[in-house]
């Protein structure tokens, strides 16, 4: 089986995504999972940039790493400089990674009006920067920058840059899509012209950016005519509409296109290693990402949920165990009692044949009243753990009163008073919020947690109110959702009343009587989410 | 120049999505925002299956569109029933939509062994239906469910049954990846078997879904290889990982490929169509999202922006505006000024430079601190108003307050009283509501329609809630949408604060004064162009 290499740049150009940043910390934990993974190349960055750099560079020079190997990153020399005399090339061939990618042009626009150097001075500069490298023991790679734009415009000349950088020892010419403009038909076959200019003088690879939203398509495209390296990111981070997702590359390559690039098991790992790269740079998880998103095995319709469970295959392009995803079955009208069973198996709870037909029941009168799960399985699991009789409640309620005023001067305060029993005991408790859920929120914690102090660490982390069947403003209905976390697990609840307030306060409610039931399976995570766990 | 075709179907797949519900009205403000950038056929869901359903046909058949034409959605004959016998497909013939969407299987394995009928009766199932569309004066579509599936497994039959289809009178045979699982390759080489086995006896259309992330280089590759409807929702909308992406097909047909699919003044509405979908369905719009994403010309990188200050094409694979997004920070198209020109001559206004410069900054600012005023053209409105001198105060507020209160028996209340002035004159209110904005409403209005009794007739119609940049449940900016009615004309509003009651009360506020300001032209609709326009 014909073998393909991952090439990541989570740590390089990964980082020229919005609002991404990453202490040293964190990146030596990316590195890890990325090489847990079965990720071939890890790009460090610039080894010279800054202190932190050189800090991260140590730290990583130390790590002990199973299948990748790190990369330096550069470009090729300054013009009319000799390479040993440029000093941010030379740190290159001084780093501790034994692989050194260079970037550098490829297109008689950029060589000529962007950096201004003539056409044979670039291809000197990339021949003597490769050289260098090679000198001095590294294995070199070329990155041909605007790669497809420049063949385009002259394909003669980007054939000439790419092979002056193999000539020169280079061991993987890249070919880069710099601005993601380029369609799939024009990758693959100027992919193609590169494995015949080349002949086997060096590996090609394929970089894309995904501003055409071609980005996987056109790493697949230049696999198949030829290139045998993908460089881009996990979870498509980066600039713009971001780098090529490998997390969708990686099982098209094995599952699909029959190449061999990490094992099974690493394969397997590919769902919670994305949503664990997502945790450590701060990004919310998209749930419809394809192959390890939450909703990308989940199915609603009604035909399809019943074709799934008859056969899976008859709407699911693959197992999703194979990425290490599982199966949802979104609870709606639709659902039946085999659904409903299967979601209390995925919580651990036992239901007999009458708790599922109430469980059933319940779900549908809680549908039409405007009750919405496929976004609160936490709420839909407190349903069925009621109907189980494995719900434990936290507290009684005896009253609560939220106040907002805007005062003459114009500030705005809200405060709410809560009156609640726990264990017995009556708590009074008032509290300030910068809104009316936040004040309530604060005050139910002061009186739950003197006698659950876990529960203090839960974090409201979205919130969101849709108005239903809106009958001319007045009368209708809202259903409130909220997300929560612990650090350790994600889950939704939900609310349904005609008063935004007390509908945010059934699923303040949910969200903290969730996180209080006892769990037969500490690691298994919400109904509805195999796929909200993020370890 | 040769024609695409675009199906969107977002009003019947892509309510597939987890969390996907429209209401009617919100369905009918679909439809025109897709006929306004020039979609040629809007699908509208099933036409015989539930009051809403019939409720929405009604309301559709009303409307009167520029470019698209509605399409009923439903499935081949039953089995072993005639299909002038079936009530379903009987009823799609009797719908308003000139165009009769027909799913149907083209599998071996589905038509065996999910729904379990001799390849045969498929056959005749497919023949039948679009023979009775046709009879009955429709124009039909045959959607080929699993037809890649089907080709991989058994190529003859696959084409046979697109053949039946075509044979019987079908406009346009659509070829679906159903389960999202096929790469480019494959869809090139099917779509090219079936235009040679159709050979001009239908049109080939294609529509795939996202599993792969190969969405959108599918449906390019299959137009490539003959197919002229793209089938898909703008955005993504759908089950699983999402339909093809039409925002991203689009702009690569039209500006790559050299299509015509729509003006060059409806590929400029792009981007802010893009964003007023996404508010109708209540979707955090993605930023990293190609050709429409506020992150999809942003640079970060210093090479990268200087090289886009000296030559956007170094880093830009299009001109921005061409799909009507804006380069580096600016997240909205209403940035520029000669925008702001147009858009405060729509509201009948004049503008001087000086004011349009303050209103340029003032836009800015606001959006910095989390407006967003596409779906809210009211409010965007009273902004110009204000710099071109021509706004009038409604009244003063002097203070107002919210209570809110669940008492010991269970009951929920709440209460609001408003301290204002109107023409000089203080007003002291209190009124009863089922939810704070509710009360606050009723107990201003009425304070202020003592002077101005017509106020009294505006309804608010829908009203939306997101909170924005989480910063763990605290601190978080929540943004408010709030539509309102009067009969003749529907307007949004908007307010923005760290309290949903004061941002709330910006955008009931809105609504009102908008709704008082004096009219140069009482038909003309609010600002915010044909995109977000609701009237």
Redesign the interface.
Same mark, same amino acid.
């Given at each position: 089986m014909e073998h393909v290499k991952l090439y990541d740049t989570t740590l390089r150009d990964g980082m +020229? !995504?919005?609002g991404m940043s990453l202490s040293v910390g964190e990146k030596v934990n990316v590195a890890r999972a990325l090489d847990a993974l079965g990720v071939h190349f890890i790009e460090a960055g610039f080894p010279d940039s800054n202190p932190k750099e050189a800090e991260l560079f140590e730290r990583l020079a130390e790590l002990e790493l199973e299948n990748a190997c790190f990369v330096a990153f550069g470009m090729t020399r300054r013009r009319g400089v000799a390479a040993e005399a440029d000093a941010a090339l030379v740190a290159l061939t001084e780093s501790f990674a034994p692989v050194v990618c260079l970037v550098g042009k490829s297109s008689p =626009? @950029?060589v000529e009006?962007?950096i201004r150097v003539s056409r044979e001075e670039n291809l000197a500069m990339i021949a003597d920067s490769i050289a260098l490298c090679r000198e001095r023991g590294k294995r070199p790679v070329f990155d041909a920058e605007h790669f497809f734009d420049g063949y385009r415009e002259d394909p003669g000349y980007a054939l000439e840059c790419v092979r002056a950088a193999a000539a020169a020892g280079a061991e993987n010419v890249t070919l880069c899509d %710099?601005? !993601?403009? %380029?369609?799939?038909?024009a990758v693959a076959a100027a992919t193609a012209a590169v494995g015949a200019a080349l002949d086997g003088a060096a590996e090609v690879g394929i970089h894309t950016h995904? *501003?055409? &939203?071609?980005a996987? $398509?056109?790493s697949? $495209?230049a696999v #198949?005519a030829g290139a045998r390296l993908v460089q881009g990111c996990v979870n498509?981070y980066g600039?713009?509409? +971001?780098n090529a997702?490998l997390a969708?590359i990686l099982p098209?390559l094995q599952l699909?296109?029959g190449f061999e690039v990490v094992s099974a098991e690493q394969l397997a790992s590919l769902a919670p290693t994305a949503h664990y790269l997502d945790e450590l740079c701060n990004v919310a998880s998209? +749930? *419809?990402?394809?192959?390890v !998103?939450r909703?990308? =095995?989940?199915?609603?319709?009604g035909m @399809?949920a019943a074709?799934v469970a008859?056969?899976p295959s008859? =709407?699911?392009?693959?197992d999703p165990a194979l990425v290490g995803n599982d199966r949802d079955i /979104?609870p709606s009208e639709l659902a039946g009692r085999a659904t409903i069973r299967t979601q209390a198996e995925q919580a651990g709870l036992e239901l007999d044949d009458e708790a599922t037909a109430r469980a059933v029941e319940r779900l549908k009168q809680r549908e039409h009243a405007g009750y @919405?799960y #496929?976004?609160a399985p936490a709420s839909f699991e407190l349903l069925l753990r009621r109907e189980a009789g494995r719900y434990e409640s936290l507290f009684k /309620? &005896?009253?609560?009163?939220?106040? %907002? &005023?805007?005062?003459?001067g114009g500030e705005?305060e809200?405060e709410a008073t809560i009156?609640v029993e726990v264990d017995g005991v009556r708590y009074l408790r008032v509290a300030e !919020?910068?809104?009316?859920?936040?004040a309530l929120?604060k005050a139910l914690r002061l009186a739950i947690t003197e006698r659950h102090p876990h529960l203090a660490d839960i974090?409201? %982390?979205?919130?969101?109110?849709?108005?239903?069947?809106?009958d @001319?403003?007045?009368?209708?209905v809202?259903r409130v959702?909220l997300d929560s976390a612990d650090g350790e697990r994600e889950w939704g609840t939900t609310g349904v009343? #005609?008063?935004?307030?007390?509908a945010s306060?059934q699923a303040l409610v949910d969200s903290l009587e969730y996180a209080f039931q006892p769990r037969a399976d500490a690691a298994q995570p919400a109904v509805g989410g195999a796929t909200t766990s993020m370890s």
């Amino acid at each position: 089986m014909e073998h393909v290499k991952l090439y990541d740049t989570t740590l390089r150009d990964g980082m +020229g !995504g919005r609002g991404m940043s990453l202490s040293v910390g964190e990146k030596v934990n990316v590195a890890r999972a990325l090489d847990a993974l079965g990720v071939h190349f890890i790009e460090a960055g610039f080894p010279d940039s800054n202190p932190k750099e050189a800090e991260l560079f140590e730290r990583l020079a130390e790590l002990e790493l199973e299948n990748a190997c790190f990369v330096a990153f550069g470009m090729t020399r300054r013009r009319g400089v000799a390479a040993e005399a440029d000093a941010a090339l030379v740190a290159l061939t001084e780093s501790f990674a034994p692989v050194v990618c260079l970037v550098g042009k490829s297109s008689p =626009f @950029h060589v000529e009006k962007v950096i201004r150097v003539s056409r044979e001075e670039n291809l000197a500069m990339i021949a003597d920067s490769i050289a260098l490298c090679r000198e001095r023991g590294k294995r070199p790679v070329f990155d041909a920058e605007h790669f497809f734009d420049g063949y385009r415009e002259d394909p003669g000349y980007a054939l000439e840059c790419v092979r002056a950088a193999a000539a020169a020892g280079a061991e993987n010419v890249t070919l880069c899509d %710099t601005n !993601g403009g %380029t369609l799939p038909h024009a990758v693959a076959a100027a992919t193609a012209a590169v494995g015949a200019a080349l002949d086997g003088a060096a590996e090609v690879g394929i970089h894309t950016h995904n *501003d055409s &939203e071609c980005a996987v $398509a056109n790493s697949l $495209a230049a696999v #198949e005519a030829g290139a045998r390296l993908v460089q881009g990111c996990v979870n498509g981070y980066g600039e713009r509409c +971001g780098n090529a997702n490998l997390a969708s590359i990686l099982p098209a390559l094995q599952l699909k296109m029959g190449f061999e690039v990490v094992s099974a098991e690493q394969l397997a790992s590919l769902a919670p290693t994305a949503h664990y790269l997502d945790e450590l740079c701060n990004v919310a998880s998209d +749930g *419809d990402r394809p192959y390890v !998103g939450r909703n990308a =095995f989940a199915h609603k319709a009604g035909m @399809h949920a019943a074709g799934v469970a008859a056969d899976p295959s008859s =709407f699911e392009h693959l197992d999703p165990a194979l990425v290490g995803n599982d199966r949802d079955i /979104l609870p709606s009208e639709l659902a039946g009692r085999a659904t409903i069973r299967t979601q209390a198996e995925q919580a651990g709870l036992e239901l007999d044949d009458e708790a599922t037909a109430r469980a059933v029941e319940r779900l549908k009168q809680r549908e039409h009243a405007g009750y @919405h799960y #496929e976004a609160a399985p936490a709420s839909f699991e407190l349903l069925l753990r009621r109907e189980a009789g494995r719900y434990e409640s936290l507290f009684k /309620l &005896e009253s609560y009163r939220v106040v %907002t &005023e805007r005062r003459a001067g114009g500030e705005v305060e809200t405060e709410a008073t809560i009156k609640v029993e726990v264990d017995g005991v009556r708590y009074l408790r008032v509290a300030e !919020g910068n809104g009316p859920v936040n004040a309530l929120d604060k005050a139910l914690r002061l009186a739950i947690t003197e006698r659950h102090p876990h529960l203090a660490d839960i974090e409201l %982390t979205n919130y969101k109110v849709r108005i239903l069947d809106q009958d @001319h403003g007045t009368g209708a209905v809202t259903r409130v959702i909220l997300d929560s976390a612990d650090g350790e697990r994600e889950w939704g609840t939900t609310g349904v009343s #005609e008063n935004i307030i007390e509908a945010s306060w059934q699923a303040l409610v949910d969200s903290l009587e969730y996180a209080f039931q006892p769990r037969a399976d500490a690691a298994q995570p919400a109904v509805g989410g195999a796929t909200t766990s993020m370890s």
